[in-house]
T-cell receptor
Framework: DVKVTQSSRYLVKRTGEKVFLECVQD?????MFWYRQDPGLGLRLIYF???????EKGDIPEGYSVSREKKERFSLILESASTNQTSMYLC????????????FGDGTRLSIL | AQRVTQPEKLLSVFKGAPVELKCNYS??????LFWYVQYSRQRLQLLLR??SRESIKGFTADLNKGETSFHLKKPFAQEEDSAMYYC??????????????FGTGTKLQVIP
């Protein structure tokens, strides 16, 4: 069975901290994505990656960075966490070139205090 | 710019009643449209895509380019259909790749 695993279901951090969200997929997929999901706003793309060491900005990249050192792992980094980054973060992966996310992780609910 | 509009935040229907979840889009080219679903305490998952012209769990969706709509329909709602539904559009270029834009979602509540 296809698997996208996010390291934490719940995370609480303080303002100004550097925060790492980890995502691993076991399907050898080329494409990986990070979204944030907020009520009334739907899913918004933060960053995506279509190959190892390749990354592209999504629609709301400000305040975030990413790392893709290995094909199976895609990390989202909050350089200096702020309260407006409190959200549900979803990682996804896909095989095809069209960047349509196929498989999602369970999500990480991040609270910034 | 591409945009997806789901006008209803919440749609409540009785079990056995028809369901129509509305989705309208704005895109200058030829889009690819999708519906994603998230059941309570489960992962978001792809439900169907317009190019497949498939019926999944009794749901269908037809792309109407004239009305720029991709409404999701089911003739008889079941309690297990209660979930959050997102319409999404693939279009626009990002280094040769086409990004997906999601709507804000509609929560479907099927009343027993």
């Amino acid at each position: 069975d296809v698997k996208v695993t996010q390291s934490s279901r719940y995370l609480v951090k303080r303002t100004g901290e550097k925060v790492f969200l980890e995502c691993v997929q076991d399907m050898d997929h080329e494409n990986m994505f990070w979204y944030r999901q907020d009520p009334g706003l739907g899913l918004r793309l933060i960053y995506f990656s279509y190959d190892v060491k390749m990354k592209e900005k999504g629609d709301i990249p400000e305040g975030y960075s990413v790392s893709r050192e290995k094909k199976e792992r895609f990390s989202l980094i909050l350089e200096s966490a702020s309260t407006n980054q409190t959200s549900m973060y979803l990682c996804a992966s896909s095989l095809d070139r069209g960047l349509k996310p196929q498989h999602f992780g369970d999500g990480t609910r991040l609270s910034i205090l | 710019a591409q945009r997806v509009t789901q006008p209803e935040k919440l749609l409540s229907v009785f079990k056995g009643a028809p369901v129509e979840l509305k989705c309208n889009y704005s895109y200058s080219g030829s889009p690819e449209l999708f519906w994603y679903v998230q059941y309570s305490r489960q992962r978001l998952q792809l439900l169907l895509r317009h190019i497949s012209r498939e019926s999944i769990k009794g749901f269908t969706a037809d792309l109407n380019k004239g009305e720029t709509s991709f409404h999701l329909k089911k003739p008889f709602a079941q309690e297990e259909d209660s979930a959050m539904y997102y319409c999404a559009l693939s279009g626009g270029n990002s280094g040769g790749y086409q990004k997906v834009t999601f709507g804000t979602g509609t929560k479907l509540q099927v009343i027993p």
